[in-house]
């Protein structure tokens, strides 16, 4: 007999936002070396200046942030994925879109609910956005946990998603939009995900910021039962330490339902191949 196959490694969904976590601990550094000195020389307040408390508030926050970043990247994000999904009402037949769907958390964890249907992802792959971001990666995510045949990803913009009216019973989203730099685009693409959701069909996103423009143009488009909530416990938490910069709430909704409904298109955008779903 020959030896045993060994299981693929864990599926590796990246880390988020890698630059603003090696800068968060570069400023914390910076801020906490010049506190240390300042305590050194026994001068806590050079030129009236309160050095020794700014360096260490400064130095703290950052840290406390830069390190809440990795545990969401690596553990967080993880657990989360799970519930956020477990707001769809599931049937094992549908065809899903994750928008900036990254490496895979979000679509991945949706073919697994799935049978017959399909899951389709989208997204510029940037790596500022999120460590290795790749087409490769995320179909390597797809393989390890087993779903890679009910997985497509392509190459693209959620300001123009390649994909005819109505194709799509599910469409989900996590921390990807706000990386679109104006409003009138980050609305463009909530219009886009509203415009490709077939009727009767679940919109569930989580974002660190404009998740009021994303529920408005939703409504505006279709969607009912729109719920715009906080992302998680810590949200507040998360709030007070970033200075208010991130934001994260979770916005769900459902369009209205209608006779209508278009089929998944077969073409569009920048295809990657991924183990034979056409």
């Known amino acids: 007999m020959g030896a045993p196959t060994a299981p693929p490694p864990p599926a590796d969904y990246g880390i988020d936002a890698p630059v603003?976590?090696?800068?968060?601990?570069?400023?914390?550094?910076?801020?906490?070396?010049?506190?240390?000195?300042?305590?050194?020389?026994?001068?806590?307040?050079?030129?009236?200046?309160?050095?020794?408390?700014?360096?260490?508030?400064?130095?703290?926050?950052?840290?406390?942030n830069a390190v809440a970043m990795l545990w969401y990247s690596k553990v967080s994000k993880l657990r989360?994925?799970?519930?956020?999904?477990?707001?769809?009402?599931?049937r094992g037949d549908e065809t899903v879109l994750d928008v900036g769907c990254g490496r895979g958390l979000l679509l991945v964890a949706a073919a697994r609910r799935l049978t017959t249907g399909k899951a389709v992802g989208i997204d510029l792959f940037h790596n500022i956005d999120l460590s290795g971001n790749r087409p490769e990666a995320t179909l390597e995510n797809a393989r390890r946990e087993g779903v890679a045949e009910r997985v497509r990803v392509l190459a693209g913009d959620a300001r123009q998603?390649?994909?005819?009216?109505?194709?799509?019973?599910?469409?989900?989203?996590?921390?990807?939009?706000?990386?679109?730099?104006?409003?009138?685009?980050?609305?463009?693409?909530?219009?886009?995900?509203?415009?490709?959701l077939k009727p009767g069909g679940h919109v569930i996103m989580v974002d660190i910021q404009s998740t009021r423009d994303y529920a408005g143009s939703f409504h505006e488009h279709g969607l009912t039962e729109l719920k715009r909530s906080p992302s998680g416990l810590i949200?507040?938490?998360?709030?007070?330490?970033?200075?208010?910069?991130?934001?994260?709430?979770?916005?769900?909704?459902?369009?209205?339902p209608s006779p209508a409904?278009?089929?998944i298109p077969q073409t569009g955008g920048a295809a990657v191949p991924s183990a034979g779903i056409q």
């Open 20 to 64: 603003a976590i090696r800068n968060l601990f570069i400023i914390s550094g910076v801020a906490l070396t010049v506190a240390v000195v300042v305590l050194i020389l026994r001068q806590p307040h050079p030129l009236n200046i309160p050095l020794l408390e700014v360096g260490l508030a400064v130095g703290v926050n950052c840290s406390i």
């Open 235 to 256: 949200t507040w938490v998360v709030i007070a330490f970033s200075w208010g910069s991130v934001r994260p709430y979770r916005v769900t909704g459902r369009k209205s």
């Open 80 to 90: 989360r994925r799970e519930r956020l999904l477990d707001l769809v009402p599931w």
């Open 261 to 263: 409904a278009a089929p």
């Open 161 to 196: 998603l390649p994909f005819a009216d109505a194709s799509f019973d599910a469409v989900v989203s996590a921390l990807a939009l706000h990386n679109i730099p104006d409003r009138a685009g980050r609305r463009q693409a909530a219009r886009e995900i509203a415009r490709v």
